[in-house]
Every structure is written in C-alpha cells, then in structure tokens.
C-alpha cells in the first residue's frame, strides 16, 4: 500500500523555522521525483519544491527560494523541507507528492499523495 505521510507542521512566529517531513512507504523513493506544495484557505494548490530521483537537482517557487531547502534521503524512505524565514504568507497545509519519472513541477503528474500538514506562521 502506498503512503507519503507528512509530519513537523504547527504554529510558529514570523522569521522562524520549521522542517517538514515526508516518510514514504509501498515504493521505491530513489525511483520517484518528490514534491512539495500547498494550498492556503481560498487559495488554489501552489508548488513549492520539487526534487528529481536521479540526481537529486532541486527547483524552488520564486516566493520560497533562498528560504526553503528541499532534500532526500533514499535510505530512510525520507523527503524533507527545510523551511526558514518563515512569512504568515506561508501559512497553508503543505502536501507531499510523487512523481514517477522526470523532475515535473505539474501537479497533474504526480501519482501519489499525501494527506497534508498545517504550517501556521503568526505572531
């Protein structure tokens, strides 16, 4: 059964850090580009970080670039988004997702999903 389970989401003050996490399970994560997106209240699905399976390249939104670093860790089934500077703008549930294949920023190629987590940033 496939899963992608995000954890380290919660309440923090503007300027502060958090790192997300997403724990996969039921495929092989080195085969898989890794995505990171989110969706603020009445707001449609933003991509935030993508990752590639092959050689680990990485791709930012202009909104996050220099504060959030995406990374992976093959053997621990593991993707993680490092996320710094954190603005209340960023506040949004943010989604993991896996794309069999090339790097891709489209969600309409990604084949699985996580259910979310809730970053909060406010003062």
């Known amino acids: 059964q496939v899963q992608l389970v995000e954890s380290g989401g919660g309440l923090v003050q503007p300027g502060g850090s958090l790192r997300l996490s997403c724990a996969v399970s039921?495929?092989?994560?080195?085969?898989?580009?890794i995505g990171w997106f989110r969706q603020a209240p009445g707001k449609g699905r933003e991509g935030v970080s993508f990752?590639?399976?092959?050689?680990?390249?990485?791709q930012y939104a202009d909104s996050v670039k220099g504060r959030f670093t995406i990374s992976r860790d093959n053997a621990k089934n593991t993707v993680y988004l490092q996320m710094d500077s954190l603005e209340p703008e960023d506040t949004a549930v943010y989604y993991c997702?896996?794309?069999?294949?090339?790097?891709?920023?489209?969600?309409?190629?990604?084949?699985?999903w996580g259910q979310g987590t809730q970053v909060t940033v406010s003062s």
């Open positions: 997702a896996a794309a069999s294949g090339r790097l891709t920023s489209t969600p309409d190629r990604y084949d699985y």
């Open positions: 039921g495929f092989t994560l080195e085969y898989y580009a």
């Open positions: 990752i590639s399976s092959a050689d680990g390249s990485t």
